[in-house]
């Protein structure tokens, strides 16, 4: 994982928080079941891709054979995934909504050939 200087700065500091820690100030997920560490850590590992298509990860640094992150770290993971409004790609269209268009664009062809 990469680790970048402010997260070190930020543990050094006395603001690391460990992966548990770090769970817990997520809010639950499906059915009410708390985030789990093991997600935490796959977020710094893997990352997750943005709506814009960049892998983000969650900042985090290794100590003593376990990783730490810290609230900064967690606040700048959100703002990452956070699309600005005016880059918000549109929304794709169903396959319903592309059946709909498909059948009335065929009217009108259909309409300018008589």
């Known amino acids: 994982m990469n680790t970048p200087t402010n997260i070190v700065a930020e543990i050094a500091a006395g603001n690391g928080l ?4 770090a769970a817990k100030r997520f809010p ?8 789990s560490p093991s997600t935490v850590f796959r977020w710094c590992a893997s990352g997750v891709i943005a709506p814009d298509g960049r ?4 900042e985090a640094a290794r100590l003593n054979g376990r ?4 609230e900064p770290a967690i606040a700048r993971f959100i703002a990452a995934q956070t ?3 005016e880059s918000t790609p549109r ?3 169903t396959p319903a909504r592309r059946r709909r268009e498909a059948e009335r ?3 009108e062809l259909d309409k300018l050939r008589l």
């Open 28 to 35: 639950p997920y499906r059915r009410g079941r708390p985030c």
């Open 105 to 107: 664009a065929r009217r």
């Open 67 to 70: 990783y730490l992150t810290s």
């Open 91 to 93: 929304l794709r269209k």
């Open 83 to 85: 699309p600005d409004e």
């Open 18 to 21: 460990s992966l548990a820690q």
């Open 55 to 58: 892998r983000v990860r969650l």
